[in-house]
């Protein structure tokens, strides 16, 4: 589950609940492995995971974004700027993605 404390109200709210086993006959929406580093940055969380993806969720509407996948190994950290998603991962390597689709603009190999 990720939740989102509103640092003005004091209030915790929960904004994605994780995958309960047979719950989504489509496939999980989630993460399937430990969520493993987080990053909010405006009204987007960006979640990165040992199933080796990251998923970047919309905080208003409740809704995943998009999934980014192409690291190797566990993503390990995340960070959001004004136009871009760089990733580690334990993989070695570092990706540059386009923060509003996912897409992948460059692979840094470590």
């Known amino acids: 589950n990720i939740y989102v404390n509103d640092i003005q109200n004091g209030i915790t709210n929960l904004v994605f609940r994780g995958e309960e086993e047979g719950k989504n006959v489509e496939g999980p929406q989630g993460h399937v492995s430990f969520i493993t580093c987080l990053h909010f940055n405006i009204n987007f969380v960006y979640s990165g995971s040992m199933d080796k993806s990251i998923m970047c969720w919309d905080v208003d509407k409740g809704e995943r974004v ?38 992948m603009l460059r692979r840094i190999l470590g």
């Open 66 to 103: 998009f999934v980014a996948a192409g690291h190797d190994g566990t993503v390990t950290c995340i960070h959001v700027d004004s136009w871009k998603m760089v990733s580690g991962s334990a993989d070695t390597n570092v990706i540059v993605w386009e923060k509003y689709t996912g897409v």
